[in-house]
């Protein structure tokens, strides 16, 4: 069964940083592209960050170059988010999310399998 | 932020067809392929279409989608009480980003 777990989430002041951790079991994770995507309380997904197999491909959200890094260990079976420069509105439930791959293909965006989500609060 | 736009909300009565729309441009929708996602208020998204009109393995048929130049649409038919979820769409951009749509509240009365 395929599980993400995301971890490393909780309250930080604005500018502050925080790194985010996905857990990934049950599938070869090298064989898969992975994502991050937040939800602000009450509001609709934003896409924040996408990174390939083998981190040879990596893409952000405008809003988010520059003060967040997304990075995997593939022999650890772990997806990062390194998150700097906080502010309230980067305040969201943030998901880690599995793109969905087969036969060495990945399609583009087609996110198959999704964490339970961590939330992050920005506030002083 | 959201550039495919959606109607924020949709709703019927059981057995009923639910269609809902979203709207794009040349550079998201018009040149990639559209993905649908529902979510059950509390929980993580799940991936419904793909591909424009494809479907996971035990995703029902009831749901179906469609794709005409920069616009979709998603079809519920035979609505049933646990259809009462958000639905989005979403889209790879050309200017190398994900876009999701603004969401739609499907409401079953």
């Known amino acids: ?124 | 932020q959201s550039v495919l736009t959606q109607p924020p909300s949709a709703s019927g009565t059981p057995g009923q067809r639910v269609t809902i729309s979203c709207s794009g441009s040349n550079s998201n929708i018009g040149t990639n392929t559209v993905n649908w996602y529902q979510q059950i208020p509390g929980t993580a998204p799940k991936l419904l279409i793909y591909s424009n009109n494809q479907r996971p393995s035990g995703v029902p048929d009831r749901f179906s989608g469609s794709k005409s130049g920069t616009s979709a649409s998603l079809a519920i038919s035979g609505l049933q009480s646990e259809d009462e979820a958000d639905y989005y769409c979403a889209a790879w951009d050309d200017s190398l980003m994900g876009v999701f749509g603004t969401g739609t509240k499907v409401t079953v009365l």
């Open chain 1, 1 to 124: 069964e395929v599980q993400l777990v995301e971890s490393g989430g909780g309250l930080v002041k604005p500018g502050g940083s925080l790194r985010l951790s996905c857990a990934a079991s049950g599938f070869t994770f090298s064989d898969y592209s992975m994502n991050w995507v937040r939800q602000a309380p009450g509001k609709g997904l934003e896409w924040v960050s996408s990174i390939s197999l083998s981190s040879n491909y990596i893409y952000y959200a405008d809003s988010m170059k520059g003060r967040f890094t997304i990075s995997r260990d593939n022999a650890k079976n772990s997806l990062y988010l390194q998150m700097n420069s906080l502010r309230a509105e980067d305040t969201a439930v943030y998901y880690c999310a599995r793109t969905y791959c087969t036969n060495g293909v990945c399609y583009l965006f087609v996110l198959d399998s999704w964490g339970q989500g961590i939330l992050v609060t920005v506030s002083s």
